[in-house]
């Protein structure tokens, strides 16, 4: 993929007040459209929802387009507003950040036979919509992009309808025995996604891939990624289909994906990426997932100041408004390039196109010296300076 050289701002700063932003382009030949779309789908038990149960998820596609993708506001009002307050930005800070996108627009005339590609983004925020940026780089390179997110989890939701739905605070810091239970919801919600692709494909009319996929998430999302394909595997509705690989994307592994043991498995190629408050050392459950993994397995860190959730299009908004940026932080562009640098290179990598810049070899280091293979498919990943990575006595996050 063609690397970011800029930060694209259209931007006049007064007092750190951010008057007009744009994201950076998409670097491929596509343009980028999206449909949402509404499943039916109800989770009992729902430790999230109000009276503890919610009947349906907002699917969102994105796919590739020959249809002119003017620069647009793209942030729903009421999402931008949820961390403007928390910022103590004027309300509208956020949610005049533009981007390049054609909503409802017709797909390409031709299927490219490219993998679907599902993204799961993080428990409690920010949405898939704030992940724009990596997801636009992979729909205008050809694939299809399919997120979904679960109402009453993220601080704010949108359906196509106008309904919305208000989750828990930016701020919110919820009890530890809450993740386990929520990536169980979600890799209910990923199959039933899943399943429903036939009917929203003829839906939306857009041509989709029903049989080869690949996935990627954030933070826990990144764990359900993990998680997904051995849960597929078990599902006769999944019998049919091929599962080419997946990324996490700064996440500790939760649930059935932290089991010490060969069930985490996942079989096919596997991408774990971190930022600067992801060190391997603190957190096992990356180590002990690739202790058992049988296929092509890596772990990627970003050098220099990062922050949880600069994978995502907050990095951008933050740094145009002096909330973060300055000293050692990464600039937005450089974090966008290798996110969308080296997640592009995995997918590209799944349909034969070679490791290219995940090959970690000497030249590589050297063209990317703020990217570090911890692990490079290579000797013990337990094995560390500061002793077994692997506790003997670990047993899952607690």
């Avoid at 744009?22 to 430790?47: A, E, F, M, R």
């Avoid at 359906?159 to 025995?177: A, C, F, I, K, R």
């Avoid at 919600?189 to 857009?206: C, E, F, G, Q, R």
């Amino acid at each position: 993929m063609i690397l970011i050289t800029s930060l694209v701002l259209a931007c006049a700063l007064s007092g750190h007040i951010a008057t007009g932003l744009s994201l950076p382009p998409p670097t491929g030949p596509y343009n980028v459209g999206s449909k949402p779309y509404v499943l039916n789908h109800t989770t009992l038990d729902d430790p999230i929802a109000p009276n503890n149960i919610s009947t349906s998820i907002l699917v969102n596609v994105y796919h590739p387009t020959h249809e002119s993708a003017p620069s647009q506001k793209y942030v729903w009002p009421g999402l931008a507003a949820a961390y403007e307050t928390y910022y103590g930005l004027p309300l509208g800070t956020f949610g005049k950040t533009t981007v390049d996108i054609a909503p409802n627009a017709p797909p390409l005339a031709h299927v490219l036979g490219l993998p679907t590609l599902l993204f799961f983004p993080p428990f409690a925020g920010p949405p898939s919509q704030l992940f724009y940026g990596l997801i636009s780089e992979l729909v205008s390179h050809g694939y299809t992009v399919i997120s979904n997110d679960h109402p009453y989890e993220q601080p704010y939701l949108q359906y196509p309808n106008g309904t919305s739905y208000t989750g828990h605070s930016v701020d919110w810091d919820p009890s530890p025995e809450i993740y386990p239970l929520t990536e169980a919801y979600r890799i209910n919600d990923n199959s039933a996604v899943l399943d429903a692709l036939p009917s929203i494909s003829k839906h939306l009319k857009l041509p989709l891939n029903l049989t080869h996929f690949a996935f990627f998430g954030h933070s826990l999302g990144g764990s359900a990624a993990l998680a997904q394909i051995p849960a597929e595997r078990n599902r006769t509705a999944s019998r049919n289909k091929t599962f080419l690989g997946t990324i996490n994307l700064d996440g500790t592994v939760f649930g059935r994906a932290s089991a010490n043991d060969s069930s985490v498995d996942v079989g096919v190629p596997s991408l774990l990426f971190s930022s600067l408050v992801h060190p391997r050392y603190y957190d096992p459950t990356w180590p002990i997932f690739e202790s058992w993994q049988t296929n092509w397995c890596k772990e990627i860190h970003a050098l220099g100041h990062t922050n949880h959730t600069d994978f995502s299009d907050l990095v951008f908004m933050k740094q145009a408004n002096g909330i973060a940026g300055g000293g050692d932080a990464i600039p937005a562009a450089k974090i966008l390039n290798y996110t969308r640098t080296f997640v592009g290179a995995f997918f590209e990598m799944l349909i034969g196109g070679g490791e290219g810049v995940l090959k970690g070899d000497a030249q590589v280091q050297q063209e990317w010296p703020g990217i570090v293979f911890e692990y490079n498919n290579t000797g013990d990943p337990c094995a560390s300076q500061f002793g077994n990575l692997c506790w003997a006595t670990y047993a899952g996050p607690q």
